[in-house]
């Protein structure tokens, strides 16, 4: 049976109510779309530009299944959506991507599983539940090593180094002794990331693969095309791929990727949504991650995905306000600079408040351009050299 499009004049649901939601929001909203949005909080970033803002726990399922009632199709704004408010939703309406896709993205053990069995490459690892498990993973995994919650991790939350003098069982109760993986240290290069696209009739996409620059674990610099051979572009492309024909997903997908100094790929995580590292997409690629969901869950063909120029996206974190409001007409004082702020009301430190987009003629510049303007958000100097 054909599944029907969802056509323009329908109604999108969105479970999450943070900055991928609000640009997606956007996206669909252009293209004639109305969107809902539930999320435990008011006012939230995607709620500002919904049509509906619902104030409702993921986990009252009663309040997820009426949400799913009044939309056409429920998409996820973040990953960590609890399977029972999937699942309710997907009673009533279609859910996109599925709540089993979710299930397996959402939770490192069966994400690591996942990929193991479909033989794709990551990192040693090994699964830990009790004191004794640990001991026997770091016996089998060594030091140095990564200690991460299987669950609710995200921006270097939920995890802890376990290397030379530390105590395995001291550390793992820093993170509340609760269901862990413990991974090798991996002796990285880069890292990259791949965002994909699946649609309802199983046709796939992809961007071609983002350079990602992090800092206290949170990414901080985001540059297309990556600096990586053409071997590593495509493996990574071709694992993506992989990826969203075995999980059969439909809708929009991240992997982020290590790259050691040896050359080798290694999936490090799967992210069942839009993802920071592919913001420069709404400014510098013919379709926009969050377009590209908006036509992938609707069951519409996907849009092209080439990079209309060399670019590069810097992230806004709340550190940005400490000496007060960021001198924003300094840094729109070049020309070339794209802003886009969140709505956020409370800065604080390490939250992502918006980010800065630049296009140039070459990866390098547009790097370059987007430092100086983040630079002027906080000196307010110009930066006539690089101008």
């Known amino acids: 049976m054909t599944t029907p499009r969802i056509n323009p004049g329908s109604t999108i649901g969105v ?39 619902v ?6 399922v009663d309040r997820v299944r009426a949400f799913a009632r009044e939309v056409q199709v429920v998409t996820f704004e973040f990953e960590n959506v609890p399977a029972a408010a999937a699942a309710a939703a997907a009673e009533v309406t279609f859910v996109r991507p599925s709540g089993a896709a979710l299930e397996v993205a959402q939770h490192r053990i069966r994400e690591k599983r996942f990929l193991t069995q479909h033989g794709l490459p990551v990192a040693p690892f090994a699964e830990v539940r009790t004191e004794d498990d640990l001991r026997a993973a770091v016996h089998a995994i060594g030091r140095p090593s990564v200690l991460k919650t299987a669950a609710l991790g995200y921006d270097g939350k939920g995890q802890v180094a376990i290397t030379e003098g530390v105590d395995p069982i001291e550390a793992w109760g820093q993170l509340g002794r609760a269901e862990c993986v413990l991974e090798a240290f991996v002796d990285l290069e880069r890292e990259i990331s791949v965002i994909g696209a699946r649609g309802v009739d199983g046709a796939t996409s992809f961007f071609e693969p983002f350079d990602n620059t992090h800092r206290h674990h949170i990414l901080d610099v985001t540059v297309c095309p990556a600096d990586v051979p053409a071997n590593v572009a495509f493996d990574a492309i071709e694992i993506t791929r992989t990826v969203l024909e075995q999980l059969e ?25 839009p993802h920071n590292s592919g913001h420069l997409t709404f400014d510098a690629c013919r379709t926009s991650q969050f377009e590209q969901q908006v036509r992938a869950i609707c069951g519409f063909p996907l849009g092209g995905t080439d990079l209309l120029q060399p670019a590069a996206m810097v992230n806004l974190l709340g550190d940005l306000w400490a000496d007060g409001e960021p001198n924003w007409a300094a840094a729109l004082a070049m020309p070339d600079v794209k802003l886009h702020l969140y709505g956020k009301a409370s800065p604080r430190p390490g939250r992502k408040m918006g980010h800065l987009t630049v296009m140039a003629p070459t990866a390098t510049h547009a790097k370059e351009r987007a430092l100086a303007a983040r630079r002027l958000l906080v000196s307010g100097h110009a930066v006539r050299a690089l101008q």
């Open 15 to 53: 479970l999450g109510g943070g900055q991928l939601g609000r640009m997606f929001a956007m996206a669909a909203r252009r293209l004639g779309y109305r969107v809902h949005t539930l999320a435990p909080e008011h006012d939230t970033p995607t709620g500002q530009i919904a049509d509906v803002e």
């Open 249 to 273: 997903y439909v809708g929009i997908l991240c992997i982020e990727f290590f790259v050691t100094r040896a050359g080798k790929l290694l999936v490090n995580e799967l992210a069942p949504r």
């Open 55 to 60: 104030v409702a726990s993921y986990d009252d």
